[in-house]
């Protein structure tokens, strides 16, 4: 037994202290869930910066330095998304996307396709699907700020992200939207986990729907978790007063979770709290 009168969920991350190690996940298109799109999302919590690397290395440095001069505190680059995914459902629905208001005067987002979604299309012609591990040098060339790479899902990547000097790996599938059977994340977090050996941080992104995910993933290793639909879908219902009401019934919850479990801030929470299929009673 332990007093659990008092738990604490505070964490630092990365160097700053949080209320929660909940973060904002960076996703795109908002304003297919309201108006006000991720205006209204930054408001209620405070995001990094997430880019994609376009064909035209010029635009990508410009929006780097765009985010470091606002006072950005990392960029988050995606390594999943070489191309697009082929997603059937926009295909068949002929989805058209928000305009891009970060590109405005940089480059035309508008994008016209007959044969299916325009973000396909748009993605097809802008993305640059050369890139590789020795970009991160590029990358890391033009900014001062801590870069975290997002889309790692094995042990081999993890450690070549730690020979290349990335600051941070963040564990996602991206929404598991980019190849059919990709691996629940959480099934390889611990993998990651062991063999970065803490010497940076890892981030855990997909599936995170109650505080008890929280729970397990800080448990297996994560000094964080990201959360991407949850704030979507808080959105969606009531914009910015619901993406903070969806932040603070995850804090709750993993609140309820850490004093049922006996731990009363964050560093109490550890690897004997979960069992996986191969562990050994």
């Not at 332990?2 to 964490?11: H, K, L, M």
């Not at 990358?139 to 889309?151: C, D, H, M, R, V």
């Not at 599938?173 to 959480?186: C, E, F, M, V």
């Not at 890892?202 to 729970?215: A, E, K, P, T, Y």
């Amino acid at each position: 037994m332990r007093d659990i009168s008092r738990i604490d969920t505070t964490t630092t991350i990365m160097g700053y202290t949080t209320s929660a190690p909940i973060i904002v996940a960076p996703t795109a298109m908002h304003k297919l869930a309201h108006f006000e799109g991720e205006v209204a999302t930054a408001k209620a919590s405070a995001a990094s910066n997430v880019i994609m690397v376009y064909r035209r290395r010029e635009i990508s440095a410009m929006m780097v330095q765009r985010a470091e001069r606002n006072g950005y505190k990392a960029v988050i680059l995606n390594v999943d998304t070489p191309r697009l995914g082929r997603r059937e459902a926009d295909i068949k629905n002929k989805m058209i996307a928000p305009q891009l208001k970060n590109f405005e005067g940089l480059i035309s987002t508008q994008v016209v396709s007959d044969k299916g979604s325009n973000i396909e299309a748009f993605a097809s012609a802008s993305f640059d699907d050369s890139l590789c591990w020795k970009d991160i040098g590029w990358l890391k060339s033009i900014t001062s700020l801590p870069i975290l790479l997002k889309g790692i899902l094995t042990r081999d990547d993890a450690l070549r992200a730690l020979e290349v000097g990335v600051s941070g790996i963040i564990v996602s599938n991206h929404g598991a939207r980019q190849l059919d059977y990709s691996p629940a994340t959480i099934t390889v977090l611990e993998e990651v986990v062991v063999a970065v050996q803490g010497n940076i941080p890892v981030l855990f992104d997909g599936g995170v729907r109650r505080g008890s995910d929280i729970f397990k993933a800080l448990a297996l290793g994560a000094q964080a978790v990201m959360i991407g639909r949850p704030v979507i879908y808080g959105l969606a219902a009531k914009r910015e007063h619901e993406v903070k009401r969806v932040v603070d019934m995850l804090k709750d919850e993993l609140e309820s979770t850490m004093a049922v479990a006996g731990c009363c801030n964050v560093k109490d929470i550890s690897r004997s709290h979960v069992r996986t299929e191969h562990c050994r009673l």
